[in-house]
Nanobody, 120 residues
Framework: QVQLVESGGDLVQPGGSLRLSCAAS????????MGWYRQAPGKQRELVAS???????NYADSVKGRFTISRDNAKNTVYLQMNSLQPVDTAVYYC??????????????WGQGTLVTVSS
């Protein structure tokens, strides 16, 4: 199982941008489907975006056109570029690693979370 460490959370004004990073340990990172989730105060954790081992991406409707997920397998890192941020995007953002059953399966890996606050 990979170990995940997020970084990049910060306080940003509405309309601003941030890039989150998630560094993974382990040699089979390339096989993982990686995702970014977020949890706002008083709300359930929700999927923001995901990217498969072959680069197929998926986004929540609320972030389509504003957020971009990408991965650099050479650096064992997944990114979330967030543009046009709004106060509703305020949340703790978590990195997730999911190994498909076809690649061995097992428990998902989670990072510790990084706080994004959008406020003027």
């Amino acid at each position: 199982q990979v170990q995940l460490v997020e970084s990049g959370g910060d306080l940003v004004q509405p309309g601003g941008s941030l890039r989150l990073s998630c560094a993974a340990s382990g040699s089979i990172f390339v096989l993982y489907t990686m995702g970014w989730y977020r949890q706002a105060p008083g709300k359930q954790r929700e999927l923001v975006a995901s990217i498969t081992s072959v680069g197929r991406t998926n986004y929540a409707d609320s972030v389509k056109g504003r957020f971009t997920i990408s991965r650099d397998n050479a650096k064992n890192t997944v990114y979330l570029q967030m543009n046009s941020l709004q106060p509703v995007d305020t949340a703790v953002y978590y990195c997730n690693g999911h190994l498909p059953a076809t690649a061995g399966g097992g428990l998902d890996a989670w990072g510790q979370g990084t706080l994004v606050t959008v406020s003027s």
